[in-house]
């Protein structure tokens, strides 16, 4: 088993920046790529960002692209999403994922996804 544990979310003002950080614990051997996703109240769970294992590849959504940046300390077993000028629509509950298979390209459904965090909550006010 792997666990997940996400930290980092908080308040923000619009323009502002955050980083999250997701630590990996457990047969953390066993996972490859990681992602973020985000639940806004009454919506979906939605693709935020991706990296690989080795972390030379990554992915965004069209949402996030440029001012978001996703990395990983493979030492440390942590992910990051590093979040500038945020806006009020990126207000939402935070999760890190890691999944078992390594496929080529990304993969940004969130059932590709064996392990999940508890998710951090971000509110950026206007």
Known sequence: QVQLVESGGGLVQAGGSL?????ASGR?????PMAWFRQAPGKEREFV?????S????DYA???KGRFTVSRD???NTAYLQMSRVRPGDTAVYYCAAAVIQ?????????????WGQ????????
């Open 55 to 58: 972390g030379d590849y990554t």
């Open 62 to 64: 069209d949402s996030v």
């Open 28 to 32: 953390t051997r066993s996972v490859y």
């Open 49 to 53: 960002a991706y990296i690989n294992w």
């Open 74 to 76: 493979g030492a440390k």
């Open 103 to 115: 496929k080529p390209g990304s993969s940004i459904n969130a059932w590709e996804y064996d392990y």
């Open 19 to 23: 980083r999250l950080s997701c630590e």
């Open 119 to 126: 998710g951090t909550q971000v509110i950026v006010s206007s």
